[in-house]
């Protein structure tokens, strides 16, 4: 039985012309940024005309089709992740626009996956907990996208909660990622198949990547704040640099700048997000940490992430590199590098990190509430 789709009427001429000029300044924004070959549309389009032919809205309709098979996953996540101009309408639209596709990809719903967990992000309140987020409630955060969804979840949606149950439980970034918690998501998502844009499911996957996103960073921040500790703690013993090779920094690195380049973290990892590199370095950093104090950490601190897991997404520049620049530019007399920015404002398109399966993302204060997205 072929499982029944969001219900999305066809749209009127005026509508669909409408939601092809709605993505139309998006998807060419992300094209120049990605350097992607535009396809020829019609004039019309570029024009911005309101009384379009009906050739036009066949061409531009035919013009989004040939961008979607262009546009890759990680680029659509490191754009909307960093852009200023996309609001919750925005991906709403896009959103709306993939669900009609009948190309069931993987590709094709990686991205769904990823707006999904995007649009909810953005308009959760501040304040939601893990207990409130509960699928009713996520089912009717996302009406405007998915219509009135009818809560039958079948029971092979369990498992999900089961991933995120495991996932509460690891008490280390180290233990999340190689517990095995990101393959249990992984094989969930892959096993579901079609069954995958169910309504009932689009909104179980929303809820777990959304939670998922959470458990990341709250593991994350418990990461950071441990190493910042850590160098606290050996500059009151007089310790002014340590041996950091295994994080790929230098053999005496000063704990003053790996201070600095760890409050620029905090920073760049809500705008540039690999799950390879820089999170192999923020787990070795803390080992190195631990060592330099002479802990005993253990063999899960050993343990190395993966340089480049399959569907890594990697970062416009190297994280090593963009936090040096951060640090070398932070000094008593220009202490704006180490500033945190400004709260996003509620429902404002607040600069996002992402990762491949669960497409991290944050807010500034790292303090709680979407912080923890």
Known sequence: MTPSQPETPTPDPAVAWANIQRLYPMYAELAREFVVDLPACAAELESGTECPSAEAIEQGQLWLQQMDELIQVHQLRQFLQTSSTVDPASIAALLQHLLTNPVHSDTMRD????????????????????????LAYVAQAMEPVLGKVELKAPVWLNALDR????????RSLNELLHGGVLEQGRKAKGQ??????????????????????RAFFRLMLTELNGILDGLTELETKGIETIDCRRAQFSAQEPVVRLRMICQSWKVMFQAEYS???????????????????????GSAAQTKVPANPAGAVVAKK?????????????????GSALRKPAPAKPGSAAVKADAPEFEISAAPDWSGGKAEK
């Open 111 to 134: 991205k769904i996956d990823f707006l999904l967990v995007q649009y909810f992000s953005q308009i959760a309140p501040d304040n939601l907990n893990d207990e409130a987020a509960d």
């Open 192 to 213: 579901a198949g079609s069954l995958f844009y169910m309504p009932v499911a689009l909104v179980a996957f929303t809820r777990f990547g959304y939670l998922m996103r």
């Open 318 to 334: 190297p994280i090593r590199a963009a936090a040096a620049s951060v640090a070398a530019s932070a000094s008593p007399a220009n």
């Open 275 to 297: 799950s390879g590199q820089p999170l192999r370095m923020l787990v070795d950093l803390r080992a190195s940490v631990e060592t330099a104090l002479g802990r005993n950490t």
């Open 163 to 170: 991933v995120l149950e495991t996932a509460r439980k690891c």
